[in-house]
């Protein structure tokens, strides 16, 4: 026998300090950062490790037990917590699905006909009005992401993704899933003649690795953040700044808990749309209405200025139940809370028997709750990587961000705020009419995005 994992993340509530491997990490935040915060962190016996003068956010190490206090008491800062780390992407227990495999092997074949996400987006159309995604830049803030893939050849940029996890490279992670490989092949997989298509399949790919095996600090997520809006603070003076941010993770908090984190957050995110880039995230994967939520949050969900995009998937697809706009058992809602909706698979077919599945060449068989995931690349076991089965929020986010990868495309000119109208005035009103709980503004849609007046 062998399985299938569903794999995605859910909202988690596990936080602790930094492990003390090094010096306890910080993150503060002032109006600006100038000479009189780096002062500041100094005097406290502080180290800044970075810091970014306009949005004013530092992250620093200090291994003096009254650091914070006295940092809090120099009137140099708005907030200052001490780092945590976070599960930000959590698994769900594997589950059977005799005999339908973890990955497939691309070989000669292409998967095309089984990714049933670009019917309920209408890539197609928006291919054929010549919308690929030529010339947008879509950072994928994740953990790693499998750059020798065969369906991500030509997608990567390689020179300018990095890594803000100590002593991991943004091409690395663990097992063979990869859940960063995953969400860039929904973006930008290549139109190669294997394996699966992105929805935006011209696009490029920004890898910035924060987390590890799901986790990491808020640091991270933030120094990832400031990094894909603006490389040249870092460094990158070569490296052009992304369009579009896309964080397929998240955690719940409850509202009174760290605070300061939780605003430095939404400070980068808000930075990051101050430097013209659309930042996407996922809704969550532990089906709560955050519209009425009371005490709790999610984020980067509820951070700023992002967007947030809760997940659809037909039930039984395999046996031709075409409805793409059903709402995913799973997924996190809300008033005030989702934006848009898009396609992120599911698993709720009550059902263990197996169904056979044309694809490009030749079928494909597997358990028929399987076929109503989202099919993309994986890191796999092979040298030129895998494909996995997956459903989550997750995989909603770069569906939706590969749909602004195509607006950005075709208007390169077009402002971030442009860009967010156009993603929402083209979606399709779905549920109850206007905006509402569970589609925000409506389910996206890449032809209307790329040809609607």
């Not at 005097?43 to 200090?62: F, R």
Request: aromatic letters at 10%; glycine letters at 14%.
């Amino acid at each position: 026998m062998r399985k299938t994992s569903v794999l995605f993340f859910v909202g988690a509530l596990a936080l602790a300090p930094l492990a003390a491997v090094a010096d306890p990490s910080y993150v503060l935040t002032a109006p600006n950062w100038g000479a009189k915060q780096t002062s500041a962190v100094q005097a406290a016996g502080g180290t800044v490790v970075y810091s970014h003068g306009a949005a004013g956010i530092g992250v620093v190490t200090s291994n003096a037990p009254d650091f914070l206090a006295r940092v809090q008491a120099s009137n140099a800062f708005q907030t200052a917590a001490e780092d945590m780390m976070v599960k930000w992407q959590q698994d769900t227990p594997v589950l059977d699905a005799d005999p339908g495999p973890q990955a497939v092997n691309p070989g000669n074949d292409t998967y095309y006909p089984v990714q049933w996400a670009h019917a309920a987006l209408d890539s197609p159309g928006a291919w054929a009005a010549g919308c690929t995604g030529a010339g947008a830049r879509v950072a994928v803030l994740d953990g790693g992401i499998y750059s020798a893939h065969s369906d991500l050849a030509g997608a990567i940029d390689t020179a300018c993704s990095a890594s803000f996890v100590p002593g991991q490279p943004y091409n690395n992670d663990v097992g063979t899933f990869w859940h960063g490989t995953h969400v860039a092949g929904i973006i930008a997989a290549r139109d190669n003649g294997i394996g699966v298509i992105g929805v935006a399949p011209n696009a490029t790919i920004l890898g910035v690795k924060v987390l590890h095996n799901g986790s990491g600090s808020f640091g991270n997520v933030i120094l990832g953040l400031l990094y894909a809006a603006d490389p040249a603070s870092f460094g990158a003076v070569n490296c052009q700044k992304a369009d579009i941010i896309n964080m397929s993770l998240g955690a719940i908090f409850p509202k009174t808990a760290s605070g300061s984190l939780i605003g430095a957050l939404a400070k980068a995110v808000n930075f990051a749309g101050s430097k013209g880039v659309l930042v996407i995230s996922a809704a969550g994967n532990s089906g709560i209405d955050f519209g009425q939520a009371g005490n709790y949050v999610d984020v980067p969900g509820d951070s700023g200025g992002s967007l947030a995009i809760s997940a659809t998937a037909p039930l039984a697809w395999a046996y031709g139940n075409t409805n793409y706009t059903r709402p995913a058992s799973y997924s996190d809602w809300g008033e005030g809370f989702v934006t848009l909706a898009g396609p992120g698979g599911d698993f709720a077919y009550p059902g263990n028997e197996n169904c056979t599945m044309p694809t490009a060449t030749g079928t494909i068989t597997t358990a028929c709750w399987v076929f109503d995931m989202y099919l993309s690349t994986s890191r796999g076991t092979t040298a030129t990587g895998g494909y996995t089965w997956a459903a989550g929020t997750s995989m909603a986010t770069p569906a939706t961000a590969g749909v602004a990868a195509l607006i950005k495309g075709r208007f390169p000119n077009i402002s971030r705020g442009e860009l967010k109208a156009r993603l929402i005035q083209s979606a399709v009103d779905a549920g109850k009419v206007g905006a509402d709980e569970f589609y925000g503004h409506g389910f996206v849609n890449a032809a209307r995005a790329c040809t609607q007046p």
